[in-house]
DNA sequence: CTGTTAGCGCATTCAC
DNA sequence: GTGAATGCGCTAACAG
C-alpha cells in the first residue's frame, strides 16, 4: 500500500494511526490508554501501527482535553546549593516514578522573578507546585490558593497559613539535640551562629538552643548569638567576633554546616585547635561534614527525603485525596564525630 | 452589571474575557499576543476583563495550535553534584531570559530511564532539549535527531557524529596548562589521576598531560598514571597508590577538585606537606577549591556558561535560525592557588 | 467490542 | 479594526 508516511516529516497522529491500523481513532486512542475493552488483535494491530509510524500522542492535545498536563513546577532559589540540590533531587526521583515531569524554576532570592515564575507555572503549564523556602508572602500564597492550585511548601521561609500543606524538619528538636549534646560534655558557654535570622528554620533553631540551655540551667547570653549567612566565609568572621569575646564560648553551634567549617577555621587561625581548645557543631550534614577535618559533628537533615515526601505530598492533591496529615516534620538526627569533645580548660571570666 | 464571575470557579477562558469586554475571541487574541491592529480602547477594554477574570492563556491550547510548548528538556545525570548543578543552574537562567521553561530530568546514570526520560521529553512535551554528559550511544542520538527534535550536548561523553551541535570545554588545553605549570617550577615526575577513563573529557586532559610532557621532553611514564572515579575518597586512595611508588611523583594533576583534595589529604596523612612536599592540581575550580586548605591549583572550567551557551545554542536551532558554530569549546583556565611549589627536595629512587 | 460525534481553548485565515 | 468560522490532536460520551 506505500504505507510508508514521508518518513521524518510532520510527526504522526493518531489519525495516521487508525488508518494504518484500520480502524478507528476512538480504538488507538482506547489502546493508548490502556482500556481493557479492545480485542487482542485489534490491539496487536494498533501497537504494531504505533511502532511502524514511531506515533507518540501529542501531550498537548492530550492536556487539552484532560485538563491535566502530567507536570508538576518545583521553585527553588537556586540549584547550585547541595542543600537546594538534595531537595530538588529527591523530589525529582520521587515524580519520576509517578509518571510526572518536573518544571524547574529558581527565583535566585529576586521576589520579582519569583512571582514571574509562579504565573508562568499556574498558568496551565503544570498541575501543581513544590515550592522550596518561598519568599512570597503569606497572602500571596493563599492567592495561590484560592483558585484551587494544587501546590506544596517545603521548608516554609515563614509561618504558614493555616491549610497549606507543607513539609519541613524537627529544627527546634536538632536545635536543641546540637545543645544538649555540647551541655552534655561539660560546655556552658556555647556561641551560636544563626542563619539569616527571619527564617523559620533559624527561629526554631534558636527555640530549640534556648530550650537546652533552659533545661539544663544555663542562662541565655545574648552576646553569644551572633547572625551570618549561611556561607563560610560569613560563619568564620561570626566566630573571630565570637572569640574575641572578653569571655570567649567554648563551643560554637553553628545553624548551618558552611558556616560551621568557617567557625573551624577561624578557630585555626588564632591557633585554637578543634575540638580541643574549641567544639564546633554544625547543620545538615552536608557532604563536606564528612570529609572536612576533623570532620564534622552536626545535625543531620533529610533533605531528599524531603523532597520526595513533599512530591508525594502534591500526588495526594493532584489525585483528590485528601493528605491526612498536610504539615510534615521529618527527623532530624544528631551525627557525632570529631570536632566535639568536652572543653579543654575553662576559659575563666576576666572580669 | 454583576460582571463578577463566579469567584474562584473554573477558569476563566478566552471566551470568557471577550464576552466580558463585549468583543469577539479573535480580538481577544490579538492583544493577547500584541498584535498592532487593534484600536486602543479595544485593547484597553479586553486588558481590563483580563484583570478582572484573572485570565491567563492556557499553555496548551496554545501549543496545541501553535505546535510549540515553549518548554525545553535538561538531562543530566544528578542534581547533588556541583559540577552539574552549575551547567543546570547556567542553562535555567538563559533560558528563563526568553521565556522558556525548563523540564528537568535527572538519568543517574542509569541507561533505562536516560531513554525513558528522552521517550518523555521528545513526545511533544518539550519543544528541544540539552542533554549534559548523555550516555545515550551516538546512534541513539542521530535516531533522536533524525524527526528533526531540536538538541545540543552539553560535555559530550563520546567523540559525536558529525551535525550534532554540542558544548563543551577545552579539556586538552586545560590538561596542558596544568601540566606545563608544574613543569615550569620544575617538576618532572608528575602523576596524574584520571576520572572515569572512556569519557572524553578525561581522554582529552590525558592527551593535554601527554602534549606538555613531549613538549618539555620529559617521557611519559604509565606508572604514574591512576584511574579513579572522580570522588574525593577514589582520589585519595589513587593519590596513596602513587606515593607508595618506589620513585613517587613530586606533583599530581587530579582531573577534578574532589579527587585533588583526597590526593591532599592522602599526602597529609603520609605527613607529606602540601604543596612543600607535593604539589596538587585540580581541575573544575569547584567552590571547595577556593576554600580549603591550602586552596587549590585548578583549571576552571566555565560550567555556567557552558549551560548559557548550551542554552543558546538550542535557541537558535528553535528559531530555525542556522547556528554557524555548531561545536563549541569554551576556555578553561588555569588559576593559581597555595597548593603548587617548585619541589623541594628530590626523591632519589630507592632502588 | 468498535465507530461517530462533540468539544477542550486558542490562533488564524478570511470576510466585512 | 473586527467578527465568524475552521482546525490543532486528542478523549469521552454516546450509539450501535
Redesign the interface.
Known amino acids: 500500500m506505500g504505507s510508508n508516511p514521508r518518513p521524518?516529516r510532520r510527526?504522526a497522529t493518531i489519525r495516521d494511526v487508525a488508518q494504518a491500523a484500520g480502524v478507528s481513532i476512538a480504538t488507538v486512542s482506547r489502546v493508548l490508554n490502556g482500556r481493557p475493552d479492545v480485542a487482542a488483535d485489534t490491539r496487536e494491530r494498533v501497537l504494531s501501527a504505533v511502532r511502524d509510524l514511531?506515533f507518540?500522542?501529542?501531550?498537548?492535545?492530550r492536556?487539552?482535553v484532560g485538563g491535566r498536563?502530567f507536570?508538576v513546577g518545583?521553585t527553588l532559589p537556586?540549584?547550585?546549593a547541595?542543600y537546594f540540590?538534595?531537595i530538588?533531587?529527591g523530589a525529582?526521583?520521587e515524580l519520576?516514578d509517578h509518571d510526572l515531569?518536573?518544571?524547574?524554576?529558581?527565583t535566585?532570592h529576586l521576589r520579582d522573578?519569583a512571582n514571574t515564575?509562579l504565573?508562568?507555572?499556574?498558568?496551565?503549564?503544570t498541575d501543581g507546585a513544590l515550592l522550596v523556602l518561598p519568599e512570597e508572602s503569606r497572602e500571596m500564597l493563599q492567592q495561590l490558593a484560592?483558585?484551587?492550585y494544587p501546590f506544596v511548601v517545603i521548608d516554609p521561609l515563614e509561618p504558614l497559613a493555616e491549610g497549606v500543606p507543607s513539609v519541613s524538619a524537627t529544627n527546634a528538636l536538632g536545635g536543641r539535640a546540637a545543645t544538649e549534646h555540647l551541655l552534655a560534655l561539660g560546655h556552658r558557654r556555647i556561641g551560636i551562629i544563626t542563619g539569616v535570622p527571619d527564617w523559620l528554620a533559624s527561629v526554631e533553631r534558636l527555640n530549640g538552643y534556648r530550650t537546652a540551655l533552659a533545661s539544663a540551667g544555663v542562662p541565655f547570653e545574648p552576646a553569644l548569638v551572633v547572625e551570618s549567612d549561611w556561607a563560610?566565609e560569613g560563619g568564620e568572621a561570626a566566630a573571630a567576633a565570637l572569640l574575641e569575646l572578653p569571655d570567649p564560648p567554648t563551643a560554637i553551634f553553628a545553624f548551618n554546616d558552611n558556616m560551621a567549617?568557617g567557625a573551624a577555621?577561624a578557630a585555626?587561625a588564632r591557633g585554637l585547635h578543634v575540638p580541643v581548645d574549641l567544639s564546633v557543631v554544625g547543620f545538615d550534614d552536608s557532604e563536606?561534614a564528612a570529609?572536612t577535618?576533623p570532620t564534622l559533628t552536626t545535625v543531620r537533615q533529610p533533605l531528599a527525603d524531603m523532597g520526595r515526601m513533599g512530591a508525594s505530598l502534591l500526588l495526594r492533591l493532584l489525585d483528590n485525596r485528601p493528605a491526612d496529615a498536610m504539615r510534615i516534620e521529618l527527623q532530624t538526627r544528631l551525627i557525632v564525630r570529631d570536632s566535639t569533645a568536652a572543653p579543654a580548660r575553662h576559659f575563666t571570666a576576666l572580669s
Not at 507518540?56 to 492535545?61: G, K, L, Y
Not at 515531569?101 to 529558581?106: E, G, I, K, N, S
Not at 504565573?119 to 503549564?125: E, H, K, N, P
Open positions: 521524518g510527526r514511531g507518540s500522542t501529542n501531550r498537548s492535545a492536556s487539552l498536563t507536570l518545583i537556586l540549584v547550585e547541595e540540590a538534595r530538588l533531587g525529582t526521583d519520576y515531569q518536573v518544571v524547574l524554576a529558581t535566585l522573578r515564575l504565573a508562568r507555572l499556574t498558568s496551565g503549564v484560592a483558585p484551587g563560610v567549617i577555621r585555626h563536606q570529609t577535618a
